[in-house]
């Protein structure tokens, strides 16, 4: 359980990056500068591919636990039900750092959104 909330920590440090990365595209299209706009774009597509990587991870962390254990940190990561009281901090810290993230992953699409309204003359 450890190693996933390290993880999760990595994974929203990235997604926190991933947020200021998509800021600064919005200054980039504001000021019609192509080449910052191409640049963040690949940086972003960094950003995201790391994102990936660190949900792979959590992936072959959880498939590595036994069954049990692997129950409760799956039961612990779902961020859309009811908090708990948890046998544990580390636990309360893997719930908490993960709904955070997806708080964080959602303000992010909402952005992106709107960039995408905009650039289509939407907005």
Request: avoid cysteine; proline fraction near 2%.
């Amino acid at each position: 359980m450890e190693q996933i909330l390290e993880t999760l920590k990595s994974r929203h440090q990235q997604v926190d990056n991933l947020m200021a990365l998509t800021k600064d595209m919005e200054k980039a299209i504001v000021a019609n500068d192509l080449d910052t706009l191409g640049a963040i774009l690949t940086m972003r597509q960094k950003s995201m591919d790391q994102i990936d990587a660190f949900n792979l991870d959590i992936r072959k962390t959880l498939k590595g636990m036994k069954k049990a254990e692997r129950e409760k940190a799956v039961a612990v990561l779902d961020a859309e039900r009811e908090p708990e009281k948890f046998n544990n901090p580390l636990e309360a810290n893997i719930y908490e750092a993960n709904k955070a993230t997806l708080s964080l992953v959602q303000k992010v699409i909402r952005l992106d959104q709107a960039l995408n309204q905009r650039m289509q003359g939407g907005g």
